[in-house]
């Protein structure tokens, strides 16, 4: 630490000694004490923390709607869905230097043509030959459930629907085949019939979706077993899926068998279909890697928890029979309805060429570490970039080690940490820190004891959900907000 602050072990008249290492930063009362912090979070900067926070709700709430909706009709809220509509996919502006990089961002101008075929697609996007292969087989499938409902007739009969699977090892641009899918279904103003979700938070942003959670329509302390859904639930249920033709679903690895039923569920009374037709007769797109993460407190899908008789049909109607007539639980039943629909999957499609990488040395050392088949030199060539005194890093003092994030195993020892680094920060630019006093309330009324809300702002945030009492910063510093 001694080089990696140097700027507070270089200042013997340091004013922030008794602070650094202890999280019982003094409360200031007139704004400073000592010129030793800029101030404390006082009643004005608390009252714009909450507008802030309802404007961040509100936003939250019309993003919401029209992800679920997909026109400004259904979430009158504006214009907002306009600027992420793609319109001709010839004339597109990609704001990245490396055309193979599969995780970059288009924006296509709002110009309208008339004769946009899927190569366009495939050169805005950058599609290799496994992608467009697969790309052209889901757009076919679009255009003709688009000609079947906007001309029924004997000459259009409704597509089969389609199970996918896009399986690939990360970097082999399974997300960009899902852009180049929404920017086609933008181009035909249907993006209120697609849905994309995934299982969680962090997968679902990267999608510009939902959590398959926030679908389910399930409390936090509320389970399956034991949930009943209202009439407002069901006619929620099917108001967010009234439009919807396709669901794309990210990360697949790590949705158990008991949400698949679950979602499944849900679709069927959206949809007002019989249990046994898989996900009220929406078209499904599931992409992911098994190789990757399982899901959590799940069966994995590919578990062999059926028995060679069993099918979809007698599995669901397992659900029907009493307590006294089922000699297995109802969540084993579920799970067992999950595997039996993933075996409904009728298209798989396996990506292989690496887009993110194209090191050869490191490509194979990455694919036999996927499969468990690592050699002495892949060991070797990864314990190249431990850092130690016989390689470059000479001192954490110096360019870009200065600045690498630093992992450590205990919260008080990151705590200090990260208070050593904003104050070494403030030092170097003659800056003083400001600290940010959490607003503790209680059954939402404030604490007027002194003595108990000095108590709770010291708690160590193991003890708070990671949530400091009292948060230094400084100027330009990143913050990384981890409780949503």
């Not at 075929?117 to 495939?122: L, P």
């Not at 459930?145 to 082999?172: F, R, S, W």
């Not at 075996?343 to 490191?362: A, E, G, I, S, Y």
């Not at 468990?372 to 470059?392: A, I, P, T």
Request: charged letters at 20%; aromatic letters at 8%; hydrophobic letters at 35%.
């Amino acid at each position: 630490l001694s080089e990696r602050f140097s700027h507070i072990n270089n200042n013997n008249n340091n004013p922030f000694s008794d602070l650094i290492l202890s999280n019982c930063i003094i409360q200031t009362t007139g704004g400073t004490e000592s010129n030793v912090l800029a101030y404390a979070a006082n009643g004005e900067d608390i009252e714009h923390i909450r507008i802030w926070q309802y404007n961040l709700k509100i936003q939250k709430e019309q993003m919401r709607r029209m992800l679920l909706y997909g026109s400004k009709e259904q979430t009158g809220e504006g214009d907002m869905i306009n600027d992420k509509q793609f319109s001709d996919p010839s004339s597109a502006h990609i704001f990245d230097d490396h055309s193979i990089d599969c995780t970059m961002s288009v924006i296509i101008d709002p110009q309208l043509t008339t004769n946009v075929t899927s190569m366009n697609f495939v050169k805005t996007f950058n599609l290799n030959h496994e992608q467009a292969n697969i790309f052209k087989s889901i757009m076919c499938h679009i255009e003709s459930t688009i000609l079947y409902q906007t001309n029924k007739d004997v000459k259009h009969t409704k597509p089969e629907q389609i199970l996918m699977y896009i399986g690939g090892a990360g970097g082999c641009g399974k997300s960009r085949v899902t852009e180049a899918i929404s920017a086609f279904m933008s181009y035909h103003n249907r993006t209120h019939t697609i849905r994309s979700l995934a299982p969680s938070s962090a997968a679902a942003v990267g999608i510009d979706g939902l959590t398959i959670q926030s679908m389910l329509h399930e409390g936090r302390n509320k389970t399956y077993d034991n949930h009943t859904l209202t009439q407002t639930d069901l006619s929620t249920i099917e108001t967010e899926w009234r439009n919807i033709d396709y669901c794309l679903i990210d990360e697949i690895s790590m949705v158990g068998c008991y949400m698949l039923a679950r979602l499944h569920r849900i679709t069927t009374i959206a949809k007002h279909t019989e249990p046994t037709i898989p996900f009220g007769g929406i078209n499904m797109i599931f992409l992911g890697d098994f190789v990757q993460y399982p899901p959590v407190l799940d069966r994995p899908l590919y578990s062999n928890i059926l028995s060679p008789t069993d099918t979809l049909a007698n599995t669901v109607s397992t659900i029907n029979l009493t307590h006294r007539q089922r000699n297995i639980t109802e969540r084993d039943i579920q799970c067992k309805v999950g595997r039996a629909l993933w075996l409904q999957v009728n298209k798989v499609f396996f990506l292989t060429q690496q887009m993110r990488n194209k090191d050869p040395l490191f490509m194979a050392m990455q694919e036999r570490l996927r499969t468990g088949q690592c050699r002495d030199d892949d060991y070797n060539m990864l314990c190249k970039r431990v850092v130690s005194s016989d390689n470059d890093v000479k001192s954490l003092g110096q360019s870009p080690w200065n600045l690498a994030p630093m992992l450590v195993f205990r919260n008080e020892v990151r705590t200090n940490i990260n208070n050593y680094c904003v104050f070494d920060e403030s030092i170097e630019h003659n800056q003083l820190p400001t600290v940010v006093v959490a607003n503790e309330r209680v059954r939402n009324h404030d604490i007027d004891n002194t003595d108990l809300r000095h108590f709770l702002l010291s708690l160590p945030d193991n003890k708070t959900d990671g949530l400091p009492g009292y948060l230094p910063i400084v100027m330009n510093m990143p913050v990384l907000i981890t409780h949503n």
